[in-house]
């Protein structure tokens, strides 16, 4: 018998009945196919029967040659009939032979459809120490950590035998500062099984120093965890918007970044080009906002909706503007600072989503054209800019309830044209512009401690560089470094305090808009194509 033919003859009795489509699985679907692993089992079974053949007739040697081959082949066969109802049962299986390979098969299978998995028979089955795997990965297809903390409490109450030893483990892989604030104190600190356990109520006051954390209150010794990171399919879509390249011409284009396979692809396009664009992502929509079209100053505002996959006009702010930048505070999006060609503006407009209407509000203490913007606790911060003589190194900040705002510590170094975002209840600022050249130095400012520090450097210099916050990195979006237009992403990890080049934009371009939308990334269309007016990177 050829191994080919040996394969044949065991992915024959390895067929699974009545195999359905995973989007429709249902209760009857999730019954436990035990039928293909059984018949898994007796293929290996008849496989080392040939084997021992082979051997008394002296040809084992040849066959030895060839037996990984057959492995990987059964492997591949079973990858390819993975269905919720037996990927847990294949990992099983694949443990007992030792294949690793197949293991991570049916891991990622298993994480890809979590839901399903979850709601099948088998789920209450799986060991403690592989439910502990599968709960801690980043891969897990969610749209939220409640649907991992549901699974973990599933399990557990099926499996009180396994509470002593196991219940803390198992719950520590939940992200529980991820959860909403009314979930945390209405449902987790009422379950019985995590009232009396010591450990499991550690963790809720992790969950709950957190939130007061990135409310800018003093916790004492807290420290940041992996719980405290969105997993993959919770952190939202990056959208790289407008700026402009080595053509001169603004661009209308978008890219957005496909987290799981770290690249970037083009979304359908703006109506107007824009170069030192505001962009900020509000209530899973993504809003841009002023700028230069190449001909003149905008005030008008468009928004793009995943739900439609298009961009639609909204009202226009009272005053055109470009180097623009835009913060969210409780409902209301702030559009702060930016410049004409005559001019640094201190002015500052507020958008009310509900009523498509803008209003002023009090204008800054100075004028700030290329700022950068965020809101961080209960104020909204502009930091940096130009206001019409030198780069600035002072930053204030707007308490929406006063309608004031107030100067606070000064950044270690003048910048404008810098990208602002916060992470773990802290402000960045990176790149930017002096007076002379661009920057590559990176600050980060506690409100708590009142103290800028400078951090890790970004590789190379960025000015008019887009920034955002992405599974607990910062990432910095192309720029010009003094001699050419990037389109280098690179991304900040305050644990390490480091840096790292991550996929680049396709187009080279600085004065772009950068913003984290909390969409799917299946959601967003990709056009294949940008704007074709993209000559280089000079």
Same mark, same amino acid.
């Given at each position: 018998?050829?191994?080919?033919?040996?394969?044949?003859?065991?992915?024959?009795?390895?067929?699974?009945?009545?195999?359905?489509?995973?989007?429709?699985?249902?209760?009857?679907?999730?019954?436990?196919?035990?039928?293909?692993?059984?018949?898994?089992?007796?293929?290996?079974?008849?496989?080392?029967?040939?084997?021992?053949?082979?051997?008394?007739?002296?040809?084992?040697?040849?066959?030895?040659?060839?037996?990984?081959?057959?492995?990987?082949?059964?492997?591949?066969?079973?990858?390819?009939?993975?269905?919720?109802?037996?990927?847990?049962?294949?990992?099983?299986?694949?443990?007992?032979?030792?294949?690793?390979?197949?293991?991570?098969?049916?891991?990622?299978?298993?994480?890809?459809?979590?839901?399903?998995?979850?709601?099948?028979?088998?789920?209450?089955?799986?060991?403690?120490?592989?439910?502990?795997?599968?709960?801690?990965?980043?891969?897990? %297809?969610?749209?939220?950590?409640?649907?991992?903390? %549901?699974? #973990?409490?599933?399990?557990?109450?099926?499996?009180?035998?396994?509470?002593?030893?196991?219940?803390?483990?198992?719950?520590?892989?939940?992200?529980?500062?991820?959860?909403?604030?009314?979930?945390?104190?209405?449902?987790?600190?009422?379950?019985?099984?995590?009232?009396?356990?010591?450990?499991?109520?550690?963790?809720?006051?992790?969950?709950?120093?957190?939130?007061?954390?990135?409310?800018?209150?003093?916790?004492?010794?807290?420290?940041?965890?992996?719980?405290?990171?969105?997993?993959?399919?919770?952190?939202?879509?990056?959208?790289?918007?407008?700026?402009?390249?080595?053509?001169?011409?603004?661009?209308?284009?978008?890219?957005?970044?496909?987290?799981?396979?770290?690249?970037?692809?083009?979304?359908?396009?703006?109506?107007?080009?824009?170069?030192?664009?505001?962009?900020?992502?509000?209530?899973?929509?993504?809003?841009?906002?002023?700028?230069?079209?190449?001909?003149?100053?905008?005030?008008?505002?468009?928004?793009?909706?995943?739900?439609?996959?298009?961009?639609?006009?909204?009202?226009?702010? %009272?005053?055109?503007?470009?180097?623009?930048?835009?913060?969210?505070? *409780?409902?209301?999006?702030?559009?702060?600072?930016?410049?004409?060609?005559?001019?640094?503006?201190?002015?500052?407009?507020?958008?009310?989503?509900?009523?498509?209407?803008?209003?002023?509000?009090?204008?800054?203490?100075?004028?700030?054209?290329?700022?950068?913007?965020?809101?961080?606790?209960?104020?909204?911060?502009?930091?940096?800019?130009?206001?019409?003589?030198?780069?600035?190194?002072?930053?204030?900040?707007?308490?929406?309830?006063?309608?004031?705002?107030?100067?606070?510590?000064?950044?270690?170094?003048?910048?404008?044209?810098?990208?602002?975002?916060?992470?773990?209840?802290?402000?960045?600022?990176? *790149?930017?512009?002096?007076?002379?050249?661009?920057?590559?130095?990176?600050?980060?400012?506690?409100?708590?401690?009142?103290?800028?520090?400078?951090?890790?450097?970004?590789?190379?210099?960025?000015?008019?560089?887009?920034?955002?916050?992405?599974?607990?990195?910062?990432?910095?979006?192309?720029?010009?470094?003094?001699?050419?237009?990037?389109?280098?992403?690179? #991304?900040?990890?305050?644990?390490?305090?480091?840096?790292?080049?991550?996929?680049?934009?396709?187009?080279?371009?600085? *004065?772009?808009?950068?913003?984290?939308?909390?969409?799917?990334?299946?959601?967003?269309?990709?056009?294949?194509?940008?704007?074709?007016?993209?000559?280089?990177?000079?």
């Amino acid at each position: 018998m050829a191994p080919g033919d040996m394969v044949q003859d065991h992915a024959k009795q390895l067929k699974p009945k009545d195999k359905r489509p995973v989007s429709r699985t249902s209760k009857a679907d999730c019954e436990p196919d035990g039928s293909f692993v059984f018949e898994a089992h007796e293929a290996w079974k008849d496989f080392h029967n040939s084997l021992r053949h082979f051997y008394e007739v002296g040809e084992l040697c040849d066959v030895t040659l060839k037996v990984e081959l057959v492995a990987r082949a059964c492997c591949e066969y079973m990858k390819a009939h993975f269905h919720p109802t037996n990927c847990l049962a294949v990992r099983t299986f694949a443990e007992s032979h030792n294949r690793v390979d197949l293991m991570d098969m049916a891991d990622r299978y298993a994480c890809e459809h979590f839901t399903e998995v979850v709601d099948c028979e088998d789920f209450i089955c799986v060991s403690p120490q592989h439910l502990r795997t599968l709960l801690s990965s980043s891969e897990l %297809n969610i749209h939220s950590e409640t649907q991992v903390y %549901n699974a #973990a409490v599933k399990w557990l109450k099926a499996n009180p035998q396994h509470h002593e030893d196991w219940l803390d483990q198992i719950m520590s892989q939940v992200r529980l500062p991820l959860l909403p604030v009314e979930f945390l104190t209405g449902t987790v600190s009422k379950d019985e099984m995590i009232k009396g356990n010591l450990s499991c109520r550690d963790l809720m006051d992790e969950a709950r120093n957190y939130h007061l954390h990135l409310s800018n209150k003093v916790v004492q010794d807290f420290e940041y965890s992996v719980r405290t990171v969105p997993r993959k399919h919770t952190a939202g879509v990056l959208f790289c918007v407008g700026g402009r390249g080595g053509s001169g011409d603004p661009f209308r284009s978008i890219e957005c970044y496909s987290i799981t396979k770290n690249s970037w692809f083009f979304g359908p396009e703006m109506n107007s080009r824009r170069r030192h664009v505001g962009v900020i992502s509000v209530g899973g929509r993504v809003y841009a906002v002023g700028g230069h079209d190449g001909s003149e100053h905008l005030g008008n505002m468009e928004m793009f909706d995943p739900l439609t996959n298009k961009w639609m006009m909204k009202a226009s702010m %009272n005053t055109k503007r470009r180097g623009i930048a835009l913060a969210a505070l *409780g409902g209301p999006i702030y559009a702060i600072g930016g410049l004409d060609d005559n001019s640094c503006f201190n002015d500052v407009e507020r958008y009310d989503i509900e009523s498509d209407c803008w209003s002023s509000v009090a204008p800054m203490n100075t004028p700030r054209g290329g700022v950068g913007s965020v809101a961080l606790g209960s104020f909204v911060y502009a930091v940096g800019g130009n206001d019409g003589v030198a780069s600035l190194s002072s930053v204030e900040r707007f308490n929406p309830h006063l309608n004031k705002w107030t100067e606070v510590s000064e950044m270690g170094q003048r910048r404008a044209g810098n990208g602002v975002s916060k992470l773990n209840g802290c402000l960045y600022v990176v *790149g930017g512009f002096d007076d002379n050249s661009p920057l590559s130095s990176v600050e980060r400012f506690d409100p708590r401690m009142h103290r800028w520090e400078y951090v890790s450097e970004l590789t190379t210099p960025r000015g008019g560089v887009g920034v955002a916050t992405v599974m607990g990195r910062v990432f910095a979006v192309g720029g010009h470094n003094g001699n050419i237009y990037l389109n280098t992403v690179e #991304a900040f990890e305050p644990r390490m305090n480091r840096g790292e080049l991550g996929g680049s934009v396709s187009h080279c371009r600085a *004065g772009t808009g950068v913003a984290v939308c909390s969409s799917h990334v299946s959601q967003i269309r990709d056009v294949g194509q940008g704007s074709s007016n993209v000559a280089n990177c000079m």
